[in-house]
Each structure stands twice: as structure tokens, then as C-alpha cells.
């Protein structure tokens, strides 16, 4: 029997999505631009797709692009907005030194072009200084960009604050909202923002499908160009299968949003709790307190990090290092480095984010393995147990 504690790396189909998605590609094949049956068939499962993800982010249906994912939604955001700004002289960007690698390795592509960016610290439990944010915005910024929730500590930012800071001097304000979209209540227009990053397979739909919200006369420039799709601001035919689970993911995350969180985060505190008090030199990494419900993110001193990750999979357990954009790569998380933390922490630390399927006998079960596991190899690396 195996138990799958990696969520924020990808989470399992819902059986209601599934049944969506197989139901469109039987049934609606049609090309959602054709203007005949099957074509606006098709473009009447994309316009309700786009109502059901503003049922989950807000905003209006002819603000929702989709897109093939949250890389996709944040290389749009970022690159879209420098095309589009680039003539008004504005040419510095900002994001946080812990923003996925979505939108580090897109900023630096953007440097090679000569734009210039700030990289706001994080203090040691994760979350940025809107103070931070005032001494580095100036006249010259287009866009600040700042996750709502983080991947592999799940800490949430001060979005709000943060975008009022940055719309005070002209700037366009994004958050990657992969991580908390169907985990928290992720309201753009609460938020404040002008453009939210979405993927689907991070709350129950299929991989592939995602989604940006732009903002009414939010200024962006089509990366992906051709046709006319998406009115003109995303080239290509839709994902209309896709799309539909995407859809059906969102009515279900809206519908459980509030009972699921509690659920989950009244387990995830429970085996956090029960590790760092059965289990020496153990310690948790990022805030406890505001962060998104399912994850924790624990370093286990005297222990490589990747070492536990196996010895747990031969058990049946599967957890994370950090990024599963970052997996097969032997560097510390840049997010721990990021915080500040001793070189072993970053390099000792596991994830393990929870889901709808999980359960008190699963997490039962791992905390009674779990001890014997960090004994063993403790014992091997010759640390104290």
C-alpha cells in the first residue's frame, strides 16, 4: 500500500473531472473557432469553463486566457507586460528571491535583454517586507511579480499590501497563485492585483490546462501569436478537454473550500506536531501560522534529505525534497537559502503537502514508520539520534 503526500507537486484527478474531460473528448471534438455546430459546441464548454474559474479567482469570463499551465501563465505575465512596456522606458522588474523558477529563470532571460531586476529578501520564516517592497519600487518599475503561496514552505504573502505598494507607482502587480488557488480563498479583486497565475493540476485537474487573469486594461503583449484565440492574447487551439477539467476543478474547489482547508490543516498540524516532539532535532521551516493548510516543510538534522526521500518510498511514502520543477538536481533549495537558513537545513529538509484523499489512519501510519526511518539513518551517517 502506498500513501501520496506530494500535492503541491501535482494531485490526482478528481473522479467528477475525470468524468468531464473523458465526456469532451468523446463527445465535443470540434474546433472552438469554426463557426459551425461542433465548433461553437466546443466554445460553449471553453465560455463555461472561463465562468467557473471566476467563480473560483473573481474578476470576469473575458478576463480568463487559458493557458497550457502556471509556466505558461507566468512567462506570459512577465514577458507580456516588459513587450508591452518596453517602449514607455520602464525596465525594471521585481519579484522575491523564493518565486518559482517559472519566474526567476524567465527574469533573467529578460536581463539578457536589458531590463533590470530587484530580487526582495525574505526574513526566516519566509514572507517578504512590504518595506522591502517601498525602497526598491521606483518610477521605472513595470511590474512587480510575488507568489501568494509558496511551494515548498507554503508561507502566503501579504499580496494585498504589497500590490497597493507597487500600484502607487505606476507598476503592473502579479502573483503566481498556483499554490493557493483551491487552497485558500484567492479572490483577485480582493487581492488587488492585475494579473493571477492558475494551474489545474494543482487542485484536481489535469495537467496541461491553466490559466491567466488579466485585469480589465491591464497593458500585455500576446507572446504566442497566430491566430486570433483567446481574443487575440494567446495564439493556438484551445485544450478544450483540458480546459473543461480545469473548469470542473474549480467548482469543486469552490464548493469544499472552507471544510477541506480545516480538514487538512487540522492533519498536517497534528503530524507536524507529533514529529518535532517524538523525534529529535527536528524543526519546522517557514510560518506556521500563515501559510496554506496542507503543507509542512520539516528538516531532520544529521539527515541528507534525499536519503530520507527514498527510505520513506521504500516504506510507501511519498514526499518531496522541495520544487518538483527543481527534482533530480543536487542543489539546496534556493527558498531555504533564501531564508537564511545553515547550509545543512537546506539540505536536510523534506515537504510533505497533503490532499482530499488523505487520511488519520495514512498519517497514523507514517508517524509510526517514520521514527525507525531517521533512526536507521542516523545510525548510518553516525548523527545523533
Known sequence: MRTYFDHNATTPVDPAVLEVVTRVLRDEFGNASSVHHFGQRAKAVLDDARTSVCRLLGGEPSEIVFTSGGTEADNFALRGVAEALEPTGRKHLIATTIEHEAVLVTLRALVRRGWTTTLLPVDATG???PDALLDAVTDETALVSVMHANNEIGTVQPIAELARIAHARGAIFHTDAVQSAGKLRTNVRELGVDLASISAHKFYGPKG?????????????????????ERSRRAGTENVAGIAGLGAAADLAVGK????????????????????SSIRGTAVNGSRSRRVPNTTNISFEGIEAESLLIALDLEGFAVSTGSACSSGTLEPSHVLRAMGLPAHRTQNSIRLSLGAWNTDAEVDTFLEKLPAVVMKLRAVTGARR
Open 127 to 129: 514572507i517578504v517586507s
Open 257 to 276: 473550500l472552507d471544510t477541506e482547508g480545516v480538514r487538512l490543516a487540522t492533519l498536517r498540524d497534528r503530524l507536524e506536531t507529533t514529529v518535532l
Open 209 to 229: 490546462a491553466g490559466a491567466l487573469w488579466i485585469k480589465r486594461g491591464t497593458r500585455l503583449a500576446a507572446i504566442l501569436t497566430g491566430g486570433k484565440h
